[in-house]
């Protein structure tokens, strides 16, 4: 009896010691994500240039998005410019309900002059600098005949971006009970709203399709007609409460709601991030929460190169040919892939390679002649535990794939070689069938 205790409690020593170390393996990727203790309820990083996503907290929930619903009706304001279809110095008439919405109190606004003439350019510095939600409603109008018709554009643009959980209900972000009556779409209390992954999706592709955005979002302090300076909500620009080094955009948003959000981006040496908040806890925290973001980012996060220039996969360095004066051929990557990833993760990426098939023939073989360069598929990178969050949208995906090509140049083979391959396969054949008769008899 003592004998079995002795080995039961040896047995049990080993077990507990062997689960311990099993609870510190790598196991789900999101499970293991950083804890950067941010009071927000969900927040997203992104290379700004290919979209790929280093971080996300809940960046599925569908959030009330306030004013940051603003970066839509910026994209459709430049897109109607670049179509011509509205112009930078086109005058736009205040009306009645502009006006009187100008002067609600509680609002983030300049006042806009019933009657008076206001450039497009006066009204979008209004909307993309101090949030001015009268003069976005000036601009959604003159886009679309009425706010109501703008908001169906804005849903449409949205399916065309890529989101894929949204709603918008209005031009502006602000709460339906807000606009005096004049409700676009939803019911009197409704907003606008979205996930952390699509607000991050339409910042990235705001200033990817229209750079000149930035020229606009960087600005700390409006200097409107009126003689007043309206200071840019966004705090963590040059000259203000919280200034970044780099921060050039984009978006603060805040309701009773939505909480207290911010979609900020920034760049240092040619590398930019993109980062979301939503429904932080107060207006200084969403700063707080961003810098957190972005320190991360700059602070563990660069350009790193994962494959080389001419690799070749191992085990796939050629393909078969068919009728050609050689059997394979070599192939190689034909650039290098570079990625920006956690720089402790470098060595967590194997390469992939992807042969296209529609370049071989139903054996499974190119078909000569293969000339040197022709492009066989592509060469991507995969994390060998599935750490890797993957990118915002496909586009983004295909920068991290390089074309796989033909190292050397196979030509077709003539028909005296091809008959001699014939003549040869056809003995192999016989050889081969021989042999094997011959194993049996023993």
Same mark, same amino acid.
């Given at each position: 009896?003592?004998?079995?205790?002795?080995?039961?409690?040896?047995?049990?020593?080993?077990?507990?010691?062997?689960?311990?170390?099993?609870?510190?393996?790598?196991?789900?990727?999101?499970?293991?994500?950083?804890?950067? /203790? &941010?009071?927000?309820?969900?927040?997203?990083?992104?290379?700004?240039? !290919?979209?790929?996503? #280093? +971080? @996300?907290?809940? =960046?599925?929930?569908?959030?009330?998005?306030?004013?940051?619903?603003?970066?839509?009706?910026?994209?459709?304001?430049?897109?109607?410019?670049?179509?011509?279809?509205?112009?930078?110095?086109?005058?736009?008439?205040?009306?009645?309900?502009?006006?009187?919405?100008?002067?609600?109190? /509680? &609002?983030?606004?300049?006042?806009?002059?019933?009657?008076?003439?206001? !450039?497009?350019?006066? #009204? +979008? @510095?209004?909307? =993309?600098?101090?949030?001015?939600?009268?003069?976005?409603?000036?601009?959604?109008?003159?886009?679309?005949?009425?706010?109501?018709?703008?908001?169906?554009?804005?849903?449409?643009?949205?399916?065309?971006?890529?989101?894929?959980?949204?709603?918008?209900?209005?031009?502006?972000?602000?709460?339906?009970?807000?606009?005096?009556?004049?409700?676009?779409?939803?019911?009197?209390?409704?907003?606008?709203?979205?996930?952390?992954?699509?607000?991050?999706?339409?910042?990235?592709?705001?200033?990817?399709?229209?750079?000149?955005?930035?020229?606009?979002?960087?600005?700390?302090?409006?200097?409107?007609?009126?003689?007043?300076?309206?200071?840019?909500?966004?705090?963590?620009?040059?000259?203000?409460?919280?200034?970044?080094?780099?921060?050039?955009?984009?978006?603060?948003?805040?309701?009773?709601?939505?909480?207290?959000?911010?979609?900020?981006?920034?760049?240092?040496?040619?590398?930019?991030?993109?980062?979301?908040?939503?429904?932080?806890?107060?207006?200084?925290?969403?700063?707080?929460?961003?810098?957190?973001?972005?320190?991360?980012?700059?602070?563990?996060?660069?350009?790193?190169?994962?494959?080389?220039?001419?690799?070749?996969?191992?085990?796939?360095?050629?393909?078969?040919?068919?009728?050609?004066?050689?059997?394979?051929?070599?192939?190689?990557?034909?650039?290098?892939?570079?990625?920006?990833?956690?720089?402790?993760?470098?060595?967590?990426?194997?390469?992939?390679?992807?042969?296209?098939?529609?370049?071989?023939?139903?054996?499974?073989?190119?078909?000569?002649?293969?000339?040197?360069?022709?492009?066989?598929?592509?060469?991507?990178?995969?994390?060998?535990?599935?750490?890797?969050?993957?990118?915002?949208?496909?586009?983004?995906?295909?920068?991290?794939?390089?074309?796989?090509?033909?190292?050397?140049?196979?030509?077709?083979?003539?028909?005296?070689?091809?008959?001699?391959?014939?003549?040869?396969?056809?003995?192999?054949?016989?050889?081969?069938?021989?042999?094997?008769?011959?194993?049996?008899?023993?």
């Amino acid at each position: 009896m003592k004998r079995f205790s002795k080995i039961s409690l040896i047995f049990i020593t080993v077990l507990t010691l062997v689960l311990s170390q099993l609870a510190f393996l790598p196991n789900d990727a999101k499970a293991n994500t950083v804890d950067l /203790g &941010l009071k927000a309820e969900a927040a997203i990083i992104l290379d700004g240039k !290919t979209g790929r996503i #280093l +971080y @996300e907290k809940n =960046a599925d929930k569908v959030l009330g998005i306030a004013s940051m619903s603003k970066m839509m009706t910026e994209y459709i304001v430049l897109e109607s410019i670049k179509n011509k279809k509205i112009t930078w110095d086109q005058k736009v008439n205040i009306n009645e309900y502009i006006h009187k919405l100008s002067r609600a109190p /509680g &609002l983030s606004n300049v006042g806009l002059t019933q009657g008076e003439d206001y !450039t497009v350019k006066e #009204l +979008y @510095e209004a909307m =993309a600098i101090y949030s001015g939600n009268a003069a976005t409603v000036a601009l959604a109008e003159l886009i679309s005949g009425s706010e109501k018709n703008f908001v169906v554009l804005m849903n449409k643009k949205a399916g065309e971006l890529g989101l894929k959980d949204y709603k918008f209900v209005n031009s502006s972000g602000l709460n339906n009970s807000s606009l005096m009556g004049n409700i676009p779409a939803g019911n009197e209390n409704e907003e606008n709203v979205m996930t952390a992954r699509d607000t991050a999706t339409l910042a990235y592709r705001l200033i990817t399709d229209y750079p000149e955005a930035l020229e606009y979002s960087k600005i700390s302090r409006l200097k409107f007609r009126d003689g007043r300076e309206y200071p840019n909500f966004n705090w963590m620009l040059p000259g203000l409460i919280y200034q970044y080094e780099g921060v050039d955009g984009l978006k603060t948003g805040s309701t009773d709601f939505a909480g207290f959000g911010h979609t900020a981006t920034a760049i240092r040496d040619g590398q930019r991030y993109i980062t979301v908040v939503m429904k932080s806890t107060s207006k200084t925290e969403r700063f707080e929460d961003s810098i957190k973001l972005m320190n991360y980012a700059f602070g563990n996060f660069g350009k790193e190169e994962l494959v080389p220039a001419n690799y070749q996969v191992k085990g796939h360095k050629t393909i078969p040919v068919a009728d050609g004066k050689a059997n394979s051929v070599k192939i190689e990557s034909k650039e290098a892939i570079t990625a920006v990833i956690n720089h402790a993760n470098k060595e967590n990426y194997k390469p992939e390679l992807v042969i296209d098939e529609k370049k071989l023939n139903k054996n499974g073989k190119l078909e000569a002649p293969v000339k040197k360069g022709d492009v066989i598929g592509y060469l991507t990178v995969k994390s060998k535990d599935g750490t890797d969050y993957g990118f915002i949208d496909e586009a983004g995906a295909k920068t991290a794939r390089v074309d796989v090509v033909a190292a050397e140049t196979v030509e077709k083979a003539n028909w005296f070689v091809l008959s001699a391959q014939a003549v040869g396969g056809f003995f192999a054949d016989i050889w081969s069938s021989a042999s094997e008769t011959v194993k049996g008899w023993f």
